[in-house]
């Protein structure tokens, strides 16, 4: 294998330090057939992912599935279809966990599912008893129950499949939905489908029973949906090709717009809980938030190319992937531990807000011999002060102007706040 350079990009500066990010593997240079057509990407945890490459040809018949388990330091080949014309398309690949996962792949109409144990390295087809098209997508919430969507006319009508161990039951859509293009579970009764229709809107469909029945929940005739991620069962976000970010609070039942920085379209999203995610689009974007999406930074990734895939392992372990096959991971900095708790802290009080120079606590009496930290807009630590005394005030003159968190540790609680400085 062609040992791939690494750029390393250093920034000095007296400003706080956006979430770094450095190129860690540029597949298009080592597959050129990869060059013009993105390949699927599937992260299973901070080291192990997968990926595809299609070869190049008069039939394109032949693509191959690739692993890495080192975090991108190596990726072999774990299995190849060869020069077989008969079963020359792979459409979709999904794994449940670091070894067990599926493959859909075809002879460039009628696709069959395929099962591995062995991280890929070997394959047993799933019996469906029903045919799946080579274009369709999939998603596996769990091992043996998977979901899918099949056309059911040249228009662009479909059905929404589930296999419970290759025995399936089917859904029928109604005819003026049309072209689905993405289909997610996000557990094993629940799930989502994006779709057109008829009147040229853009649809989002959600089951929870398990795909017998399906409900429209979203609809806009501007908004392309793109992809959506669920930190919890309850809270969810959605990125959508106008530039437009949605966010659900009730399990998906219903959405609101959240206000973002610009219109550019965006393609992919990520959260590590409630509060904290990413949000990835065109030209390049990375933005993140640490506030459930009230307030967004942008990363300097580096790169104009678009962005199609975030994924976090943890708060400080993310990659993203480029519509032109380049793999990057966090070089510097996440997002701080401390604000990913999941225990969800008690507010406090601050006065003035905004402030020039200097801040309060209201009810600071209680809050004896505490320690202070504060937090950019960008998740970095700026200020430290340990054992608060009572009617004590904050200095923050030397803080640029912004927005800012704080939070409050003491021997049995946190407590967290927010300020804008002027």
Known sequence: MKKTVILFVFVFSTTVLLGQWILKVDLAAEYPPLTNRSS???FTSGQN???TTEGSGIHMAYYTIHRTSDA??????????GTNYFR???SDIAFVNDTIGYRLSGDGLWAWVYKTVNGGLTWTSVPNNTHLHSFSRMSYPSVDLGYFFRLKSSSGQFLAI????GSCTITDFPDNYIHP???NFINDSTGFIFCSDTLQNYNCFKTSDYGANWDNVLSDSLSRFTELHFPSQQVGYMSAMNGLVYKTNDGGETWSKLSTPNNIAKNGVYFLNENCGFVAGDSGLLMRTIDGGQNWTIDSTFTKESIKKVYFADSLTGYFATSKNKIFKTGFVGIPENILTEEKPESIILFPNPADNYISLKNSQSLQRASIKV???????????????SDSKLDISKLASGLYFLQISTTNKVLTGRFIKK
């Open 375 to 389: 937090f950019s807009n960008q998740g970095k630590e700026v200020s430290t002060r340990v054992n608060w005394v």
């Open 40 to 42: 699927i990407i599937c």
């Open 72 to 81: 991108w330091h190596s990726w072999p080949q774990v299995y190849g279809e």
């Open 88 to 90: 020359r398309n792979i």
């Open 162 to 165: 589930k296999s419970d161990n």
């Open 49 to 51: 992912a997968y990926f």
């Open 181 to 183: 293009d993405y289909i």
